[in-house]
């Protein structure tokens, strides 16, 4: 399985090179996000005093980026490759730089620059520094040191890299329509592309995401989250407040809250105004989960 | 003379900041130096993406020796008093001190302390470390587990000291477990392994060997003749960019220049829209074509690699990117054209009612709808047809609803152009509504356009007037809606149309006060004293930006001439003498000189002067003859001068006392016809 000859070659590829450095090879995580950070591999265990090193893939989905099939560039449905070490290490841009070569990406032959890129999620009361990593020219990964997440302080930081699969795929594959790419690695019957797996789905759920989610059902279901979300939360704290024993089943619902939320602003019936107040209040319960995550076992607070 | 080398050496550090840490870095360790007696010859900065630098050169190998003596309490003084003098002055025993006499005081007890002074290597193992954790950075960060806060997680640290001709040592310290030393690495992907440097030449020649040309500005020459070059290899000119040249050489530590191209068939998109997306996305120069006068389907890209062949893969990595972000600028731009063809853009205004413009201003289309009434009213104060200026500010903001403008901010105006003209309405409404976001800063141009004034005039009137009702004005460096741009803005194309505009009818006295702000600013740039501003602004009533300018200037001639000087001196001292007397006897003098009371020569000369120039600086004044009312004022020159020169003002008899200084008060009110003399320098 070559990385620069099938889509699943590229992931295996990374998966080997992650494996080797000691992180944990992952699933992804079996939810609707809108990025590799929402895993709670990312999110929550970003938070507390523990090591971890974690690699997976993690299927985005961004509503509002859907095109019907017809922009060779922009899917509602996408995959990222996400790594995450905590501690970061002292040699993590070298770590980055040698899985490109892992992927057959040669370091004097193509221009690899880090440019300038603040993360920040308002959703997850989260923010870091670190770049957009480009080769030649082509953003094709994002390299942060996260300072705060749910609204807590990093100590340690946690190093995050997120590669575009699919436009990195593009790249070593050398195919301008990310629908052309091989996703097996097969040449003629065998072969099956990118276009095969996906492009009947990205047109269905474009018309979905645009013109038939029921509103009035995703508003209803944003509500029980939020509220669904508060429940688990309280019922989940200790007598005295000290520890937690469901903090993940309620970042769950707020996971849901915040994919709920995304698909109303993709049906444009979010108003300006509206749209902050409702990025507050999926805020306002990431903060609240990653308070009770610090109070877990794996948060740092032992048993 | 020992030298200094400093290098910090991190992981890539935001172009936009670069420049900023050498300066800062430069200033806080140089500071930090004189301020501990370090006194040096001269000292240099450097920054890349992945190191910051400093060179201080002529340094003293230690701090001078000091010498002081502090006085204690007299021989014989309570225990408590001589203990509090050794603890003081440090010294073990009284003993040590010695005694002196005086005759006022007698005997008494002083300290000799002398201070060797510390090596220089001491002294900055001190303040790097403190500098580097106190270091400006507009943003910092955390990484790993440690608590230092630096741009991005900060490698390595170089820090040597010692004489040209001998090994340099290294100045050790140590922060959160990293130690400085003398070793270095060079470019990324070029260079490999350690490299260890003596002192700022050497560390300069081996980064050079290993692929780092560590001075900014070089890079910058380097990148700029280069792209010069290749463009000219290839019959075309560079389109200069120096914020985008100023970006790229903190983006690059060994800049290699390349030229790659990307298919014709894009040229249909407005070169200003291929322009934005190349440098925006891509951080390239875009290229002209000097035979078309247009952009020419050329781009200069500017890696940071010499690579093993020639570029060749970068360059076709950089045109497969840009060939995706020009399909989607076409994209938008065929999309805009089959949209407004269909719907002109100005039948889609509704759709701004959904847009807020600020939370507690209402809609855009409300916006729009206000700018559209205000550009009617000041049409024909401008010279522009009340109905077409209405038109054209009506279709001023059409463009934002645009795919073009939505993707790049930047071309908003320009795309309401090339709209306007391709729905073929007047020129005027597509000159309007490019050029009403015009000036845009202090190199761009201004509107002259009638019909692009009274658009431009209205947008800027409505923003400062809605900012400051909302109390939101500009704080200190904080000005989020660059209200001080739109009142310079606004102040310029008064100016440079020579516009009558009575700002009072439009604006607040608050918001008044900031144009005049804004008026001392663009004046003090063009030379004009800031004081004279002042001094005409203090007079009632001064609402008219050209007027004032005028005024301004005239005064300015004015204070020039000898009778102009001596005018003015004589008026502030008219002006001090009844700011003291009116303080002493509490009131307020003025109202009228009693002719009867006139005695001396001097002194009826000065009335009698006074009361003829009044009315003729009056009709002057208003005749806006400023030229005029100052040389009627230099005529009071001769009189002022001698009146002083011959008569005391404050006499015994006090009735004459009074009719002088009423006198003061009538020249003091005879400039204040023309200016606040008193607000004057000098």
């Known amino acids: 399985m070559r990385p620069d000859k099938s889509f699943q070659g590229l992931i295996l590829a990374l998966h080997a090179f992650w494996a080797d450095k000691g992180c944990v090879v992952l699933q992804p995580y079996d939810m609707e996000v809108g990025a590799g950070t929402f895993h709670p591999a990312t999110t929550l265990r970003a938070l507390g005093p523990k090591p971890w090193k974690a690699a997976y893939v993690q299927p985005s989905r961004r509503p509002k980026d859907g095109r019907y099939g017809e922009n060779p560039n922009r899917l509602q449905h996408y995959y990222q490759y996400q790594v995450i070490l905590k501690p970061s290490p002292a040699n993590l841009q070298e770590l980055y730089l040698a899985s490109l070569e892992a992927i057959g990406i040669d370091l004097r032959l193509h221009d690899v620059r880090f440019v300038e890129d603040d993360w920040e999620s308002p959703t997850l009361g989260a923010w870091g520094l670190g770049w957009e990593c480009w080769c030649d020219g082509m953003e094709v990964s994002q390299f942060t040191y996260f300072q705060q997440v749910a609204g807590i302080e990093c100590a340690p930081v946690s190093g995050e890299l997120t590669y575009g699969l699919e436009r990195l795929a593009m790249y070593v594959q050398g195919v301008e329509n990310v629908y052309d790419l091989n996703f097996n690695g097969r040449e003629g019957d065998e072969k099956v592309t990118y276009g095969d797996v996906f492009l009947q789905a990205e047109k269905e759920y474009s018309r979905h995401n645009f013109e038939h989610a029921d509103t009035a059902m995703l508003l209803e279901q944003f509500r029980m989250a939020e509220s669904a979300a508060a429940k688990y939360l309280e019922a989940g704290w200790s007598d005295d407040r000290s520890r937690h024993l469901m903090a993940q089943p309620a970042y769950d619902q707020c996971i849901k809250a915040s994919h709920v939320f995304n698909l109303l602003d993709a049906r444009g019936v979010i108003s300006v105004t509206e749209r902050q107040s409702y990025i507050l209040r999926v805020r306002e319960l990431a903060k609240a989960c990653g308070a009770a995550w610090l109070a877990t076992e794996a948060g740092g607070t032992p048993a | ?682």
């Open chain 2, 1 to 682: 003379m020992p030298d200094l080398l400093l290098e910090l050496f991190c992981e890539e550090i935001p172009a936009r900041m670069q420049a900023g840490a050498a300066d800062s870095l430069k200033k806080l360790v140089t500071d930090a130096l004189v301020e501990r007696g370090l006194l040096y010859e001269g000292a240099k900065a450097f920054v890349t993406p992945r190191r910051l630098a400093l060179a201080v050169h002529g340094l003293p190998a230690s701090q001078p020796d000091t010498h002081e003596e502090r006085k204690g309490p007299r021989v014989g003084a309570p225990q408590a008093a001589i203990d509090g003098f050794l603890k003081a002055s440090g010294l073990a025993s009284i003993d040590q001190a010695k005694i002196e006499s005086d005759p006022k005081k007698g005997e008494f007890y002083v300290a000799h302390l002398h201070r060797h002074g510390r090596p220089t290597p001491e002294v900055i193992a001190e303040i790097v470390p403190a500098i580097i954790r106190a270091f400006p950075w507009p943003k910092s960060m955390r990484w790993g587990t440690g608590s230092l806060r630096w741009v991005r997680p900060l490698q390595s640290i170089v820090c040597t000291f010692g004489p040209e001709t001998e090994e340099p040592e290294v100045v050790p310290f140590e922060i959160d477990g990293l130690r400085s030393g003398d070793v270095t690495r060079g470019h990324r992907f070029l260079s490999s392994g350690a490299i260890r440097v003596r002192r700022l030449d050497d560390w300069m020649t081996k980064l050079e060997a290993a692929f780092v040309v560590v001075d900014r500005e070089r890079r910058k020459d380097i990148i700029l003749a280069d792209a010069r070059d290749l463009a000219l290899a290839h019959g075309l000119e560079l389109v200069e960019d120096a914020g985008l040249l100023d970006e790229i050489s903190g983006l690059v530590e060994w800049p290699v220049v390349l030229i790659g191209a990307f298919d014709e068939g894009f040229l249909d998109v407005p070169d200003e829209v291929i322009r934005a997306t190349i440098r925006a996305n891509q951080k390239c120069f875009v290229l002209n074509d000097p035979k078309t006068g247009r952009l020419a389907n050329r781009f200069i890209l500017v890696s940071n690699l010499a690579a093993k062949d020639g570029g060749d893969a970068i360059v076709a990595g950089n045109g497969r990117v840009i060939r995706a972000r020009l399909s989607d600028a076409k994209f938008f731009w065929d999309t805009d054209k089959k949209t407004n063809a269909t719907v002109p853009l100005a039948d889609r205004l509704a759709k701004f009612q959904n847009v807020t413009f600020h939370e507690k201003l209402g809609s855009q289309f409300a916006r729009i709808e206000r700018i559209a009434a205000l550009a009617k009213t000041l049409a024909p104060l401008v010279g522009a047809d009340p109905a077409l200026a209405e038109q054209a500010a009506l279709y001023a903001k059409a463009d934002l609803r645009t795919e073009v403008v939505g993707e790049f901010p930047e071309v908003q105006g320009l795309m309401g152009k090339y709209y306007a003209r391709l729905e073929g309405l007047p020129e005027e409404i597509a000159l309007a509504a490019e050029e009403h976001y015009k000036p845009q800063g202090p190199a761009d141009r201004v509107p002259v356009a009638p019909v692009s004034v009274a658009v431009a005039l209205a947008d800027k009137l409505d923003t400062l007037v809605g900012f400051w009702a909302i109390d939101e004005k500009p704080t200190g460096s904080k000005d989020p809606y660059a209200l001080r741009r739109a009142a310079l803005g606004l102040v310029r194309i008064v100016l440079d149309n020579g516009l009558r505009l009575k700002l009072s009818e439009f604006v607040e006295p608050d918001l008044l006060a900031f144009f005049a702000d804004r008026l001392k600013v663009h004046l003090r740039e063009s030379g004009a004293r800031h004081d004279l501003v002042d001094a005409v602004f203090a007079l009632e009533g001064q609402d008219d930006l050209l007027l004032v300018v005028k005024r301004v200037e005239a005064l300015g001639r004015f204070l020039r001439t000898e009778d102009g000087k001596n005018l003015l001196a004589g008026t502030k001292r008219a002006a001090n003498i009844l700011r003291i007397e009116e303080k002493k006897d509490g009131v307020s003098y003025g109202g009228g000189v009693d002719i009867t009371l006139l005695h001396e020569p001097e002194e009826r000369a000065l009335a009698d002067a006074i009361a003829k120039a009044g009315p003729l600086i009056a009709t002057a004044l208003s005749a806006e003859d400023f030229e005029g009312a100052m040389g009627v004022m230099a005529s009071l020159r001769a009189p002022v001068d001698a009146f002083f020169e011959k008569v005391t003002v404050n006499a015994e008899d006090k009735a004459l006392r009074a009719n002088r200084l009423a006198l003061l008060a009538d020249i003091r009110a005879i400039t204040r016809q023309v200016a606040d003399f008193e607000r004057i320098e000098g």
